[in-house]
Nanobody, 116 residues
Framework: QVQLVESGGGLVQPGGSLRLSCAAS????????MSWYRQAPGKEREFVAR????????NYADSVKGRFTISRDNAKSTVLLQMTTLRPEDTAVYYC?????????WGQGTQVTVSS
């Protein structure tokens, strides 16, 4: 079955960096675009970044542009989110996302807390 397993979250000070990882299985990873979303307490889940199946094209939410970088390793079925210059408002649960035909799959999420 389809599985998305995120890791790499944690507590970091403002201005710091984290790298999130999402390990995918149960589908042909290299054929699918992958995305990251996040959900802060009391807020709706929001788009963060997306990368096409081959990795040639990416797009980002305005709030993270220039600070976050999405990448993928199709040989390892892994998508990464490198986050730099983190701000308290980046605090959220971060989710890996894939759309497979008419269905959507989410990981369980990983908590990122930016606080001094």
């Amino acid at each position: 079955q389809v599985q998305l397993v995120e890791s790499g979250g944690g507590l970091v000070q403002p201005g710091g960096s984290l790298r999130l990882s999402c390990a995918a299985s149960g589908f042909t990873f290299s054929n699918n675009a992958m995305s990251w979303y996040r959900q802060a307490p009391g807020k709706e889940r929001e788009f963060v970044a997306r990368i096409t199946s081959g990795g040639a094209s990416t797009n980002y939410a305005d709030s993270v542009k220039g600070r976050f970088t999405i990448s993928r390793d199709n040989a390892k079925s892994t998508v990464l989110l490198q986050m730099t210059t983190l701000r308290p408002e980046d605090t959220a649960v971060y989710y890996c996302h894939v759309r497979l035909g008419l269905t959507v799959r989410w990981g369980q999420g990983t908590q990122v807390t930016v606080s001094s």
